[in-house]
């Protein structure tokens, strides 16, 4: 059998367009975008985290909860990009823009060999002019790994089966499928989906040999190897999460809340939801989904405990709810096939504003997503109507790949950068579906046909799923995401322009008076750091201070738990600023009811009852206090030594009574 190719300078063009689209558009958005140095969420996880491995912190202390692998190589991109957070950055999307341009070649030559030339062509096209494809490399998120682990799969998966049926005795035959476990055990270390498929791909080769009438003894070769390349690839984490943790944990401990996440009563869409008891934080997450699943629980429960509740916590709510889960999956089925571009951390459609590359009319999932389903579609009746075809079988394996990711999409949560990769593998039968078209010899069924496919692809794609009004939720959830980029940064003018747009549209929202509360506190923070003294606080300022608090007050009144503690976290900190202890030791206190483990609310709360402590008449009230102050102080010396609460403890030493010391 010999493979149509498409030819190395013709790979070399696509290449060429679809890097020069990518780094137009991360060029424009580290000029342009308002956050290009300052990555939130993921990002900001993913940029932290590797920042500590290029210092040399290359183990950890716990078992890993997000996936390890593209941390660990954005580590070593920063390690070789010198110590500039900007260059190391700047070095990262370029990688990545390579990356990106490299899927097109690959999607075009797995059209190729399944289609012919010009499906290839049409099909790298459409990958090299995705729109979201132009904007994801600018982003420090896994999926720019995975989107080409996923696509170099199924390439494998095709030449596999025609080398395969052209040489059924061949030898080495393991050879190639070691390799394929060795990359689906690469993208399971980028994306857990992965792992949920590797079963599935174990036994390729002995469902490959079944149809097509194979050996079956050198396919259970092939499944045996493709175990043993899986094994390499995730073995290292294993044994690293067993010697941190002391628990067996394949990859991470995150699948559980990741399946309950998506597969909640009260998220009906299956959307990334920021939940009452997790604060949206990476940071945070793993220990608040820990402590929620402990409460529930009545018992402490490690990372891999917490993964297990919560699983089992949907498979209950499943074996209750039947009718409603189901109607869950199939909203996020519609949206993972939808035209939507679901936001999760970003928002192609807000971000497009500050991109002007973004803001021009490239094909997005609506042009990709109802062409490639309609090839689909036309590939299952290819034989009856006499289509002409390169290589059914391998486009029908490609076909079930994506079959495969879609399932492992819908059975967790769904978004726009989750759904990315299954692109590189719908555009091999787009390119194959717009190629017939120039086809001058298709027959009346074969042209009846497709328009029948498109008919049916189409709606699927293109009707709405979600409400009209989500549109400027997600918008202005990406406007409250820059105002406290520019909060956290001192840049308090430019974010109460955005916070003021953000009040007057929600102004019932708790999430909203809880930015409005910490601008204002800042603002009157600013002011009076500039005063050469502070006897008497400005009528302006104090206006300030007192919005502040009624605003976290109205939070604390109808806020949700993390609210409330994000409230009662602010309300403590005003207090303690203004020398107010006995208010602030009720403000941290409140806080540490959602969470007594938080390193900085313990050091607060130690400086605060030291503060009361001392200014007490009562010796005993007093003698109390700095007792407590100096536990929470010697608790958190024992965690790390930090200069500060080494003076913290003299002090207290020096302040408590001679028989106390």
């Known amino acids: 059998m010999n493979a149509p190719r498409l ?47 290029a210092q040399g912190d290359w183990l950890g202390d716990e078992v890993f909860f997000q996936e390890p692998l593209y941390p660990y190589g954005l580590g070593l991109v920063y390690a070789l990009a010198g110590d500039e957070p900007e260059e190391q950055r700047r070095a990262a999307r370029w990688l990545q823009v390579a990356l990106g341009a490299a899927v097109a070649c690959v999607s075009a030559a797995i059209a190729t060999r399944c289609f012919g030339v010009l499906a290839g062509w049409i099909a790298g096209l459409l990958v090299a002019l995705h729109r979201p494809s132009l904007w994801f490399p600018a982003l420090l998120l896994k999926e720019n790994v995975f989107v080409l682990v996923l696509s170099a799969l199924a ?31 690469v993208g399971a270390l980028l994306r857990g989906n992965m792992l949920v498929m590797l079963p599935a791909l174990a036994l390729w080769p002995v469902a490959r040999a079944r149809w097509h009438g194979l050996s079956l003894r050198r396919s259970l070769g092939s499944c045996a190897a493709f175990g043993v390349g899986a094994l390499l690839a995730l073995a290292p984490i294993a044994l690293r999460n067993h010697h941190v943790g002391g628990r067996w944990v394949l990859t991470t401990s995150g699948a559980g809340t990741n399946v309950y996440g998506g597969n909640n009563l009260d998220n009906p ?34 990372s891999a405990e917490t993964s297990e509740f919560w699983l089992d916590a949907t498979w209950k709510s499943v074996a209750e709810r039947p009718r409603e889960h189901l109607a869950i999956l199939w909203n996020k089925l519609r949206l993972t096939l939808g035209s939507y571009e679901v936001p999760d951390n970003h928002f192609l459609e807000w971000d497009a504003s500050y991109v002007p590359i973004l803001q021009l009319a490239w094909p997005g999932f609506a042009v990709v997503g109802a062409l490639g389903l309609a090839g689909v579609l036309m590939w299952i009746v290819a034989r009856r109507i006499a289509l002409p075809l390169q290589d059914s079988s391998a486009a029908g394996e490609v076909a079930l790949l994506a079959l495969l990711y879609l399932g492992t999409v819908v059975l967790t949560v769904t978004s726009e950068r989750i759904r990315w990769p299954l692109v590189s593998l719908l555009a091999p039968f787009a390119g194959w579906f717009v190629a017939g078209a120039f086809d001058r010899s298709a027959s009346v069924g074969s042209r009846f046909a497709r328009m029948v496919a498109l008919g049916l692809a189409a709606p699927m794609v293109l009707l709405p799923v ?114 107010h202890w006995e208010l602030a030791e009720q403000a941290y206190r409140a806080a540490r009811t959602f969470d007594a483990e938080d390193r900085d609310l313990r050091r607060r709360l130690a400086v605060v009852l030291a503060e009361r402590a001392m200014q007490a008449s009562d010796l005993s009230q007093r003698a109390r206090g700095l007792e407590e102050a100096n536990a929470l102080v010697e608790a958190l010396l024992v965690e790390r030594d930090e200069a500060e609460l080494v003076q913290l403890r003299e002090k207290l030493r020096v302040a408590m009574p001679r028989e106390a010391r």
Do not use: C
């Open 466 to 579: 979600l409400p009209a009004a989500e549109l400027r939720e997600d918008l202005d959830e990406r406007d409250h995401n820059l105002a406290v980029a520019w909060i956290e940064s001192g840049e308090l003018d430019e974010a109460a322009t955005v916070v003021d747009g953000l009040m007057e549209r929600r102004p019932n929202s708790p999430r909203v008076k809880l930015l409005a509360a910490d601008l204002a506190y800042r603002f009157a923070r600013r002011s009076l750091d500039v005063l050469p003294t502070q006897r008497r606080v400005p009528a302006e300022v104090g206006e300030r201070i007192e919005r502040a608090l009624r605003l976290l007050e109205g939070v604390s009144k109808q806020g949700n738990a993390q609210e409330r503690y994000r409230a009662n976290l602010l309300a403590g900190a005003i207090r303690q600023y203004l020398g």
């Open 269 to 302: 869409y299956g959307l990334a939801k920021e939940f009452d008891w997790v604060r949206g934080i990476p940071e945070h997450e793993a220990d608040d989904w820990r402590r929620e699943a402990s409460r529930r629980a009545g018992r402490a429960l490690d």
């Open 155 to 185: 390439l494998g998966l095709v030449w596999t089966s025609r080398a395969e049926r052209a040489d059924g005795e061949r030898r080495r035959a393991w050879l190639p499928w070691l390799g394929l476990g060795a990359l689906s055990g």
């Open 7 to 53: 030819g190395w300078g013709a790979a070399l063009l696509l290449f060429l367009l679809a890097f020069a689209l990518r780094g137009l558009s991360v060029a424009q958005y580290e000029a342009g975008h308002p956050l290009a140095q300052r990555p939130a969420i993921d990002e900001a996880s993913y940029d932290s985290w590797a920042r500590e491995i």
